[in-house]
């Protein structure tokens, strides 16, 4: 999938994990949920540190995740970025700006898909009990 921002190593490589869960799941499109499935598994990311010591789980992510958007049932070939999740890449590219870096990092990509509640990120971290504003600052803390 291409994007119009430019994303750290480490990055790509959790939105080309949660591109692979998207369509593993059989949804059409990929949203802040998918990512958030994608960070968990950025083992070498402090979006993941953060997301381990607080309990939240892959598992337990994508059953929510699940609930929330059945899968299609059928074959995709062509997965598309979410409206919410094109407003929530825009975010991530300003948190990065802000801190005078030009890639967006795991870090600002969890920040970003947490950032509202509209978004289905915050909406599954919530029902699963955690609280979004908790891991932002977690993640943003040094």
């Not at 998207?22 to 949804?27: L, S």
């Not at 802040?32 to 990311?45: D, Q």
């Not at 609930?67 to 979410?82: A, D, K, R, T, V």
Request: negative net charge; proline residues 4%.
């Amino acid at each position: 999938m291409e994007y119009k921002h430019s994303f750290s190593h480490s990055a790509k490589m959790c939105l080309e994990d949660s591109e692979k869960l998207a369509v593993q799941m059989g949804h059409s499109h990929l949203d802040t949920a998918h990512v958030l499935l994608g960070l968990i598994g950025c083992f070498a990311s402090k979006a993941f540190i953060v997301l381990d010591s607080l309990g939240v789980s892959s598992y337990e992510v994508g059953k929510e995740l699940k609930s929330l958007h059945p899968p299609i049932g059928q074959f995709i070939n062509n997965l598309e970025p979410s409206d919410e999740l094109k407003t929530a890449m825009d975010k991530a590219s300003r948190l990065a700006a802000e801190r005078g870096i030009e890639q967006i990092t795991p870090e600002d990509l969890l920040v970003a898909i947490l950032s509202s509640e509209t978004f289905t990120a915050y909406k599954v971290i919530s029902n699963l009990e955690f609280q979004p504003e908790t891991i932002i600052s977690e993640t943003v803390s040094n």
